[in-house]
């Protein structure tokens, strides 16, 4: 049984940068993209990142862009959300996620695409 295991996560202040890891183990996992996701209480999870395995293109929510950057380690089997310039608007629960399938430059911005979550890591950004 494959999982993905998020960690990094903490409590900042504003202005503070954040680095979460999302390390896949157990499977081999489909190398097609890898997605971040977050979700605030009481609000529904939203896109945040994605990046391909192959050839590496990332894509970002336009609320993060600028300040967070999307990476991965293939070697590793890890992907990573370096987050700079932290808001207290990104305090959420985030998660990464992979697909099953290949996805389209507009799929890989959809949760309902991805396939694989992990447990979640909280940020907390206080102001």
């Known amino acids: 049984q494959g999982q993905l295991v998020e960690s990094g996560g903490g409590l900042v202040q504003a202005g503070s940068s954040l680095r979460l890891s999302c390390a896949a183990s157990?499977?081999?996992?489909?190398?097609?993209?890898m997605g971040w996701f977050r979700q605030a209480p009481g609000k529904e999870r939203e896109f945040v990142a994605a990046?391909?395995?192959?050839?590496?293109?990332?894509y970002y929510a336009d609320s993060v862009k600028g300040r967070f950057t999307i990476s991965r380690d293939s070697a590793k089997n890890t992907v990573y959300l370096q987050m700079n310039s932290l808001k207290p608007e990104d305090t959420a629960v985030y998660y990464c996620?992979?697909?099953?399938?290949?996805?389209?430059?507009?799929?890989?911005?959809?949760?309902?695409?991805?396939?694989?979550w992990g447990q979640g890591t909280q940020v907390t950004v206080s102001s």
């Open positions: 996620a992979a697909p099953a399938v290949p996805l389209s430059d507009y799929g890989i911005r959809m949760i309902s695409t991805y396939n694989y």
């Open positions: 157990g499977r081999t996992f489909s190398r097609y993209a």
């Open positions: 990046i391909r395995w192959s050839g590496g293109s990332t």
